[in-house]
T-cell receptor
Framework: KQEVTQIPAALSVPEGENLVLNCSFTDSAIYNLQWFRQDPGKGLTSLLLIQSSQREQTSGRLNASLDKSSGRSTLYIAASQPGDSATYLCAVRSPSGSARQLTFGSGTQLTVLP | NAGVTQTPKFRVLKTGQSMTLLCAQDMNHEYMYWYRQDPGMGLRLIHY???????AKGEVPDGYNVSRLKKQNFLLGLESAAPSQTSVYFCASSFSPILVQMGEAFFGQGTRLTVV
């Protein structure tokens, strides 16, 4: 059974810092990995999707990497801003089971201080 | 392009009442999912569907039923609501993840349900 872990559970940084969020998964047989952002009381917004054959994806100040063999992904946020404050979730899509479902980590709650 | 739309956004039920949550997507996705999100437990899969007319149980299916009569709609029913079903419910949809460069999952804005 796929398990996804995100460390740390919460992170507080001053504005302008570069930061890294971590995601690890137990089964390296995946289709893809997706990073989401969730604002309080809101839905999930997709940030980046990395296919299993890819090493990284970039969108603006965000860069996500994938090391499938070690079961790790990182989300790098450059020059953080207070508007980046949210919970960041990673989710892995696995072949196991017919659902090919997303398995989620518990998220990292990020606070960027002005 | 509306993406994934959930109705209602908020609901308060009394124990024992029933209700149906509606999820609609306009992206022609085959796969649709219902998740619940609880503090400290992340998102857990309730039921899913891999195509029109098909449904299957996820991780936490008890107390819920689903139907997918039309490809664009996925309904989640609570037969007899219990306080333990107080949660935020999310619907998601995607193409099959087997298709390379596809498989990105899109989520609705959630339904906040309170059972008293």
């Amino acid at each position: 059974k796929q398990e996804v872990t995100q460390i740390p559970a919460a992170l507080s940084v001053p504005e302008g810092e570069n930061l890294v969020l971590n995601c690890s998964f137990t089964d390296s047989a995946i289709y893809n990995l997706q990073w989401f952002r969730q604002d309080p009381g809101k839905g999930l917004t997709s940030l980046l999707l990395i296919q299993s054959s890819q090493r990284e994806q970039t969108s603006g100040r965000l860069n996500a990497s994938l090391d499938k063999s070690s079961g790790r992904s990182t989300l790098y946020i450059a020059a953080s801003q207070p508007g980046d404050s949210a919970t960041y979730l990673c989710a892995v899509r696995s072949p196991s089971g017919s659902a090919r479902q997303l398995t989620f980590g518990s998220g990292t709650q990020l606070t960027v201080l002005p | 392009n509306a993406g994934v739309t959930q109705t209602p956004k908020f609901r308060v039920l009394k124990t024992g009442q029933s209700m149906t949550l509606l999820c609609a997507q306009d992206m022609n996705h085959e796969y649709m999912y219902w998740y619940r999100q609880d503090p400290g437990m992340g998102l857990r899969l309730i039921h899913y569907s891999v195509g029109e007319g098909t449904t299957a149980k996820g991780e936490v299916p008890d107390g819920y039923n689903v139907s997918r009569l039309k490809k664009q709609n996925f309904l989640l029913g609570l037969e007899s609501a219990a306080p333990s079903q107080t949660s935020v419910y999310f619907c998601a949809s995607s193409f099959s993840p087997i298709l390379v460069q596809m498989g990105e999952a899109f989520f609705g804005q959630g339904t906040r349900l309170t059972v008293v």
